[in-house]
């Protein structure tokens, strides 16, 4: 992929939940027979997880596995995104079910801005939110490849309205950043500034690690200027090269540039971060093996490796 940000956006608008929907329900108490692993993570450490879309070739063929083998690997969270959006309530139900026997939890999911925007499908997102136990309703990306100033003026309004909208219903809002929005509008001014200053300190900004430091910005001066707002991280590296050198986003957690010891302890002191969450678009191995080989890099460096 020449473009790993636009064409993830493409398979977030594109991709149907038909897949998802296959898996036999009756068969997720089946899943559960092998005991777990126990993972034991210090207080002081915010837990880890994985955004779903890592795992979106083995989620689509086996949603119930997909999420056993997550658990297994260590990981505490999952973040769906949005092909949950067609599933039935019930079917949510069942997944929620699930969720809570593997000891999985589910704090934000990620979604188009209809989500967040009053109408059926915010009236949807705000039910599958509630049932999954979801504490963050994120949009995953502009409705628009290249904004104006104008564009992301309405957005940002519309973000900043959801904020009230989701609150009585115990949900808040976020934003999750891709590459472009830390590149000057024609005013001069990047659209990741104008949302973070245009919108509640309680609307949270979810920072892509990899988009932005691909932008060439600067993710330890982003958590110093935005305190308490970073609650929510995708641990995404980055690489100068191409797809074929395995550059990229197609990295591993810790074989990019991104400034990492530094990034977490600035998080964790300042930017408010709750829960992080392993994100990779594609490598050299499988899905598995890649979310595998990311978290143990993630522990070793939590150990001081």
């Not at 990620?110 to 136990?133: F, R």
């Not at 970073?230 to 980055?238: A, E, Q, Y």
């Not at 300042?270 to 829960?275: N, P, S, T």
Request: charged share 20%; glycine share 8%.
């Amino acid at each position: 992929m020449s473009n790993p940000s636009c064409s993830r956006r493409d398979f977030l608008s594109r991709t149907g939940a038909a897949a998802l929907l296959t898996t036999s329900l009756p068969a997720l108490a089946n899943a559960m027979e092998s005991p777990l692993p126990s993972v034991n993570y210090a207080a002081a450490v915010p837990p880890i997880g994985i955004e779903l879309y890592a795992l979106r070739t083995e989620l689509a063929r086996d949603l119930p596995n997909t999420l056993r083998t997550t658990r297994q690997l260590g990981y505490e969270l999952v973040e769906f995104y949005a092909p949950y959006m067609s599933w039935s309530l019930p079917y949510a139900k069942d997944v929620r079910l699930m969720l809570d026997d593997l000891g999985l939890k589910c704090r934000s999911t990620h979604n188009a801005l209809t989500s967040l925007v009053p109408g059926d499908s915010m009236t949807k997102a705000i039910e599958l939110n509630q049932i999954l136990g979801t504490r963050y309703v994120v949009l995953a990306s502009p409705p628009f490849a290249r904004g104006s100033a104008d564009q992301y003026k309405t957005l940002t309004d519309q973000l900043a309205a959801s904020v009230a909208l989701l609150a009585p219903h115990g949900l808040m809002a976020g934003y999750h950043n891709h590459d472009e929005e830390w590149m000057p509008l024609a005013n001069g001014i990047r659209p990741m500034d104008f949302i973070a200053n245009n919108t509640p300190t309680e609307f949270m900004l979810q920072l892509d690690v990899g988009t932005c430091v691909k932008a060439g910005a600067d993710p330890v001066a982003w958590v110093n200027t935005h305190k308490g707002r970073l609650r929510s991280v995708h641990l995404k590296d980055w690489a100068p090269g191409t797809d074929a050198q395995e550059k990229g986003f197609r990295v591993l957690f810790g074989e990019g540039t991104s400034p990492w010891q530094s990034l977490t302890s600035t998080l964790e002191s300042v930017g408010g971060v709750e829960f992080y969450l392993m994100e990779q678009e594609g490598s050299r191995y499988s899905e598995f093996d890649t979310a595998k080989r990311c978290l143990e890099t993630w522990t070793t460096m939590r150990k001081g490796g």
